[in-house]
């Protein structure tokens, strides 16, 4: 998990994961285009975002292709945000009953 918050610390990693989600299975090339970054710098980062699993690649004849994987993001939802959010949803509920009582 620690190696899926360290890859998304990175707003330049981030922004490939928002390509990817945009138009997944992309080429090196096509992931490049349009970004301030070299083709080197783009390839750092895809090694990092791969070593967390957040993206897989595929080979297709000549080329690698890029894709999104969502399940480490997914498992962070699950194991963080949620637990959070919970609680405080049962919280507004609790505080809008209450409200709705008083008005009788």
């Given at each position: 998990?620690?190696?899926?918050?360290?890859?998304?610390?990175?707003?330049?990693?981030?922004?490939?994961?928002?390509?990817?989600?945009?138009r997944n299975?992309?080429?090196?090339?096509?992931?490049?285009?349009?970004?301030?970054?070299?083709?080197?710098?783009?390839?750092?980062?895809?090694?990092?975002?791969?070593?967390?699993?957040?993206?897989?690649?595929?080979?297709?004849?000549?080329?690698?292709?890029?894709?999104?994987?969502?399940?480490?993001?997914?498992?962070?939802?699950?194991?963080?945000?949620?637990?959070?959010?919970?609680?405080?949803?049962?919280?507004?509920?609790?505080?809008?009953?209450?409200?709705?009582?008083?008005?009788?």
């Amino acid at each position: 998990m620690d190696e899926v918050f360290k890859a998304l610390a990175d707003a330049s990693r981030r922004a490939l994961l928002d390509r990817l989600h945009a138009r997944n299975g992309q080429t090196l090339t096509e992931l490049c285009d349009g970004l301030a970054m070299t083709r080197q710098a783009v390839t750092k980062h895809l090694a990092i975002l791969e070593a967390a699993n957040l993206v897989t690649t595929r080979r297709q004849g000549r080329e690698k292709l890029h894709f999104l994987n969502p399940v480490p993001i997914h498992q962070i939802g699950e194991r963080w945000i949620r637990k959070f959010e919970r609680a405080r949803l049962v919280a507004l509920g609790e505080l809008k009953k209450r409200l709705e009582d008083g008005d009788d």
